[in-house]
Nanobody, 128 residues
Framework: QVRLVESGGGSVQQGGSLRLSCTAS????????????MGWFRQPPGTEREGVAT????????YYADSVKGRFTVDQGSGEYTVDLEMNSLKPEDTAMYYC?????????????????WGHGTQVTVSS
């Protein structure tokens, strides 16, 4: 099985920055067979999970929610199956549980239902 390991959550004042990191752990064969795209989703309290930014391994394409364009950047990390999310100019409305996810067959890169493997999540809190 492929395990997603997240790090980097925390609390910050509005206007600040945080960097999240997610690494896929497992055998390289399992990772290659099960991951077409990976990236970050978030779920504010009382809301549905929404796509934030994703990265697809083969195409190297990146996808962003309109609400974070210009502020967040998703990057391949230290390895091919590591994805970092650099979050700048954070706003209180960015407060959410952030989840790393990966998908085998992804049709819509920011749609949570297309991603079948999920990390445990890391909390991001932005104070006004």
């Amino acid at each position: 099985q492929v395990r997603l390991v997240e790090s980097g959550g925390g609390s910050v004042q509005q206007g600040g920055s945080l960097r999240l990191s997610c690494t896929a752990s497992g055998s390289i064969d399992d990772i290659k067979a099960n991951i077409e795209c990976m990236g970050w989703f978030r779920q504010p309290p009382g809301t549905e999970r929404e796509g934030v930014a994703t990265f697809c391994v083969g195409s190297r394409n990146k996808y962003y929610a309109d609400s974070v364009k210009g502020r967040f950047t998703v990057d391949q990390g230290s390895g091919e199956y590591t994805v970092d999310l650099e979050m700048n100019s954070l706003k209180p409305e960015d407060t959410a549980m952030y989840y790393c996810a990966s998908g085998r067959t992804v049709w819509v890169p920011l749609r949570a239902a297309d991603f079948g493997n999920w990390g445990h999540g890391t909390q991001v809190t932005v104070s006004s």
